[in-house]
Nanobody, 120 residues
Framework: QVQLVESGGGPVQAGGSLRLSCAAS????????MGWFRQAPGKEREFVAA????????SYADSAKGRFTVSIDNVKNTMYLQMNSLKPEDTAIYYC?????????????WGQGTQVTVSS
């Protein structure tokens, strides 16, 4: 089992920044992918960004490119999402997840989410 705990969400004005954290604990992981997803009210959950275990490979949704940066600290077992130039449409619950077997491309464990609210 893997436990994921997100933090760092909160209210922010448009144009501002937030840094989300996702702390992982539980079983020891070797090769894995961690991702950020978000779900706005009345909308489906969507992919935001992902990073592999070494930090050498990242991917972003078009909405996140140029504004968000995903990173990972393997010593602290923590993934981060630096969000800059935030827009009201970024308002959502942000979830982190881990794919413990990247060949399946299925995220196995999820955090409880952290709310991000961007006001105009």
């Amino acid at each position: 089992q893997v436990q994921l705990v997100e933090s760092g969400g909160g209210p922010v004005q448009a144009g501002g920044s937030l840094r989300l954290s996702c702390a992982a604990s539980g079983r020891t992981l070797s090769r894995y992918v961690m991702g950020w997803f978000r779900q706005a009210p009345g909308k489906e959950r969507e992919f935001v960004a992902a990073i592999n275990w070494s930090g050498s490979v990242t991917s972003y949704a078009d909405s996140a490119k140029g504004r968000f940066t995903v990173s990972i600290d393997n010593v602290k077992n923590t993934m981060y999402l630096q969000m800059n130039s935030l827009k009201p449409e970024d308002t959502a619950i942000y979830y982190c997840a881990v794919d413990v077997n990247p060949s399946t491309a299925i995220y196995d464990y999820w955090g409880q989410g952290t709310q991000v609210t961007v006001s105009s």
